[in-house]
């Protein structure tokens, strides 16, 4: 199969295989290019080092991406590059209230940084998938009992995950004061349950 731009012929290729094997020829690719360059207006950069926040780099036999620049600059970003790794990163058992003398937490940053950590381990096919993992649907929940130094109210939460993907995540104030732990629990279970009938 043969095409004809600005009169010069490009020849065409009839498969994925026949590509493949001709994936460093130099003049299939500047045909290749030519191509593009006569239909769409664009810009050659050269070989691919950066994208979407993976480095790439490429060699004749391989290519090798790499996401160290993108987690240097989440780190930077959240000012923590002197941060150190704890297994709960937070005080366990905390009683929290609405006025308890510190600063009001910027919920976009907060966001931002949820998102850039989803981004991360998307991005990751390791972590998001791991080998010989099964992909069990699997939902959990929780909650505590009077929480809330303010009201009193229970907090419930719920996750759900597919393998080691978590997708579908909750935790709220709940409405009512519960009067019993077994009420505390029933609560967070059945809005586990609605969530996961949904």
């Not at 391989?62 to 937070?90: A, G």
């Not at 791991?130 to 996750?159: H, I, P």
């Amino acid at each position: 199969m043969e095409e004809s731009i600005d009169d010069q012929p490009v020849r065409g290729t009839r498969s994925l295989a026949e590509i493949y094997e001709r994936r460093n020829d130099a003049e299939l690719i500047e045909n290749i290019k030519q191509c593009l360059f006569a239909g769409f207006e664009m810009t050659d950069l050269g070989k691919m080092v950066y994208f979407l926040g993976l480095e790439v780099k490429q060699s004749p036999y391989e290519i090798f991406i790499c996401q160290r620049k993108y987690l240097k600059e989440i780190l930077k970003k959240f000012q923590m590059e002197e941060c150190r790794s704890v297994s709960t990163p937070m005080a366990a058992k905390e009683k929290l209230q609405k006025v308890d003398g510190t600063d009001v937490v910027d919920a976009s940053m907060y966001r931002s940084l949820i998102g850039c950590l989803m981004y991360l381990t998307a991005t990751r096919p390791d972590i998001l998938f791991a080998r010989g993992q099964e992909f069990n649907l699997q939902g959990f929940s929780d909650s505590d009992w009077a929480g809330s130094m303010d009201d009193m109210k229970s907090t419930s939460g719920y996750c759900f995950d597919f393998g080691s993907a978590c997708f579908s995540w909750c935790s709220k104030k709940q409405e009512i004061v519960a009067q019993s732990t077994a009420e505390v629990e029933f609560i967070a279970a059945t809005a586990a349950a609605n969530q996961a009938l949904c």
